[in-house]
T-cell receptor
Framework: DADVTQTPRNRITKTGKRIMLECSQT?????MYWYRQDPGLGLRLIYY???????NKGEISDGYSVSRQAQAKFSLSLESAIPNQTALYFC?????????????FGPGTRLTVL | AQSVTQLDSHVSVSEGTPVLLRCNYS??????LFWYVQHPNKGLQLLLK??????LVKGINGFEAEFKKSETSFHLTKPSAHMSDAAEYFC????????????FGKGTMLLVSP
């Protein structure tokens, strides 16, 4: 089984709808992250959480919110989806050991907002 | 502040010839540097990482990268390209400034022709 899972893998929705993307991990990591990927722009950080009680905005948090329900679960919500939120979304985790803080990525969720 | 510049958006090589993907970085602290690979319709896989140990880092699938502080570069190389190397490659920096997060380059698409 994969260490970092994302649901759903694909979602098509309409403008104005509320959408939740979920991420779960079995790596036992404290740190979790949400990124979006757009062609030609690489990955950009939306939100990150260094433990259950710690939530931080990333580079592009406007229009998004998150919830850290447990160490293993980190959800991303779009309260009112808009077409320019169409993108590939990745969840990632890391242990927080700053000397070798490698992030491990989920398979991604492809979101299309019509 | 930290940033990454991948100098080529696309690189084309023939199978069996060397690969060079160029990356320059900027960081206020002693950085960690990573290369991730993304195959079509797949998630991100860690190729290799530099964390202030040896400046020449060996990764998976025959890839390696050399950290050059004086040039602020972390170029990725492989002696002989294989068709399966065709993918998008991301250079990534983390500055370990306490709340360390990753900053991604915009990606380099590697095309391998027979």
């Amino acid at each position: 089984d994969a260490d970092v899972t994302q649901t759903p893998r694909n979602r098509i929705t309409k403008t104005g709808k509320r959408i939740m993307l979920e991420c779960s991990q079995t790596k036992g990591h404290d740190r979790m992250y949400w990124y979006r990927q757009d062609p030609g722009l690489g990955l950009r950080l939306i939100y990150y959480s260094f433990d259950v009680k710690d939530i931080n905005k990333g580079e592009i948090s406007d229009g998004y919110s998150v919830s850290r329900q447990a160490q293993a679960k980190f959800s991303l919500s779009l309260e009112s989806a808009i077409p320019n939120q169409t993108a590939l979304y990745f969840c990632a985790t890391s242990s927080g050991d700053t000397s070798t803080d490698t992030q491990y990525f989920g398979p991604g969720t492809r979101l299309t907002v019509l | 502040a930290q940033s990454v510049t991948q100098l080529d958006s696309h690189v084309s090589v023939s199978e069996g010839t060397p690969v060079l993907l160029r990356c320059n970085y900027s960081s206020s602290y002693s950085p960690s540097l990573f290369w991730y690979v993304q195959h079509p319709n797949k998630g991100l896989q860690l190729l290799l990482k530099y964390t202030s140990a040896a400046t020449l880092v060996k990764g998976i699938n025959g890839f390696e990268a050399e950290f050059k502080k004086s040039e602020t570069s972390f170029h990725l190389t492989k002696p002989s390209a294989h068709m399966s190397d065709a993918a998008e490659y991301f250079c990534v920096v983390s500055d370990h400034s306490g709340y360390s997060t990753l900053t991604f380059g915009k990606g380099t698409m590697l095309l391998v022709s027979p």
